[in-house]
C-alpha cells in the first residue's frame, strides 16, 4: 500500500498531491514537455515559459527520490568519518559540507567510531542510495577491496590503507608526531610518553613517528595503545601517574584523548608539578587551560576542500592516475609545555 499525505495549500488553492499531470494541465501542454523542460532539455521556448509559470502557480516540487532511481548522478556526496567525536572529524565534515554546498550538492554523513563492521554498513548504504562518490577516513582495519568494491569514486582522507588504489587526501602524521617529540625534550623534558589510539591508522602513524624521534634523540620509549571508548585514556593515564618513575611530559594523538588526558591530570591532582601536554587539534578550549595547549593544528579546510575537489576531478577523469596529496600541520607552542630545568 502506498500512502500519500495531502501537500500544503498552494497559491492557487490546490489541496494534494501536485504532479507533473497538474503542471501540464495548468500550462496547456503534454506531461511530456513537462518532464523534458524540467530535465533542461532542449523545449520551444513558449512552451518552457507556460510550464515554468505552471510550476510557480501550482507550488509543484519534483519527486526526488523517484529522480534519484532514473539516474546514476544523485548529486549527493556520502561522507563517512571515523569519529564524530573528534572535533578534526567534526571540522572537516563542516569543510566538505561548505565545499559541497558551493556546488550544489548535498552530503550524508555516516560515523564509524572505528568499526569496521558498521564502515562496511555504511559503504553499503552508500551504494543503495546511489550517491555520486565518497569521501571516507577508513578504519585501520578496512581491506582496500571493499572501498573499491563501489561503483563510484572514492577519496581518502586523514588515513590511506597501504595498497590502497584510490585518491588521498592526508596529513604527514609521522612527522607530525615527531615535532612533538622534539619540541619537548628541546624544553627539557626526557620521560615523554605517547598515547595513541589502538585502533586508529592515524594513531598508528604517529606512533611510528614517536619511536622514530625518541629513537633518535636516545629516549625511552613509551608509547601506549589506548582503545577507543569512554574512560579508556583515563585509565592509562592514572597508570602512567602511578610509577615510581612517572613521565615527565605526555603526548595525546588527538583532540578527544587530548581532553581526556587533561581531564585525568585534574581528578589526579596534578598541578604544576605535574606532567608537560602536547597532543593535536588547535580547538578553542586548548588556548584556556594549563596556561595554552601546545599541538599539532591540522589543515582542516583545506582536506575537506582538496577532497572534494579531487572526488569531481576523479568524476570528469575516472581513468587518470591515483593521486595523494599529503600536507604538514603547524607546531602551536603553548604554556602546557613551559621549559623545565
Not at 582495519?141 to 588521498?168: F, Q
Amino acid at each position: 500500500m502506498v500512502l500519500t499525505l495531502p501537500a500544503s495549500r498552494t497559491g492557487n488553492g490546490f489541496l494534494g498531491t501536485i504532479g507533473i499531470r497538474d503542471v501540464a494541465k495548468a500550462a496547456g501542454v503534454s506531461p511530456a514537455t513537462v518532464s523534458r523542460t524540467l530535465a533542461g532539455r532542449a523545449v520551444d521556448p513558449a512552451m518552457r515559459a507556460a510550464v515554468e509559470a505552471a510550476v510557480r502557480e501550482t507550488g509543484y516540487r519534483p519527486n526526488l527520490a523517484a529522480r534519484r532511481l532514473r539516474s546514476r548522478d544523485t548529486g549527493t556526496i556520502g561522507l563517512i568519518v571515523a569519529d564524530i567525536r573528534n572535533p578534526f572529524f567534526t571540522a572537516i565534515a563542516r569543510a566538505v559540507e561548505e565545499a559541497a554546498y558551493a556546488r550544489g550538492l548535498r552530503v550524508i554523513l555516516c560515523n564509524t567510531d572505528e568499526d569496521p563492521a558498521r564502515e562496511t554498513l555504511y559503504l553499503r548504504l552508500m551504494e543503495e542510495e546511489r550517491v555520486t562518490g565518497v569521501i571516507l577516513a577508513p578504519t585501520r582495519e578496512t581491506p582496500a577491496v571493499r572501498a573499491a568494491d563501489l561503483a563510484v569514486p572514492v577519496v581518502l582522507i586523514d588515513r590511506s590503507p597501504p595498497g590502497g588504489d584510490h585518491d588521498a587526501v592526508l596529513l604527514d602524521n609521522r612527522a607530525a608526531s615527531t615535532m612533538l617529540v622534539d619540541h619537548l625534550h628541546a624544553q627539557g623534558y626526557t620521560r615523554i610518553a605517547g598515547l595513541f589510539g589502538a585502533t586508529s591508522m592515524t594513531g598508528h602513524e604517529r606512533r611510528a613517528g614517536y619511536l622514530a624521534a625518541t629513537a633518535r634523540l636516545g629516549l625511552a620509549a613509551d608509547a601506549r595503545a589506548v582503545p577507543h571508548g569512554p574512560g579508556e585514556t583515563e585509565a592509562v593515564v592514572a597508570a602512567l601517574l602511578a610509577r615510581a618513575d612517572p613521565p615527565d611530559a605526555l603526548i595525546a594523538s588527538n583532540g578527544v584523548m587530548l581532553l581526556s588526558v587533561i581531564r585525568a591530570l585534574n581528578a589526579a591532582g596534578a598541578g604544576q608539578a605535574g606532567p608537560a601536554i602536547a597532543g593535536f587539534d588547535n580547538e578553542p578550549w586548548t588556548e584556556v587551560v594549563c596556561g595554552g595547549v601546545t599541538l599539532i593544528e591540522q589543515p582542516v579546510e583545506q582536506i575537506g576542500g582538496e577532497a572534494m575537489a579531487m572526488l569531481l576531478d576523479r568524476l570528469h577523469q575516472p581513468d587518470a592516475s591515483r593521486r595523494t596529496v599529503m600536507l604538514g600541520g603547524r607546531l602551536i607552542v603553548r604554556g602546557s609545555t613551559a621549559r623545565r630545568e
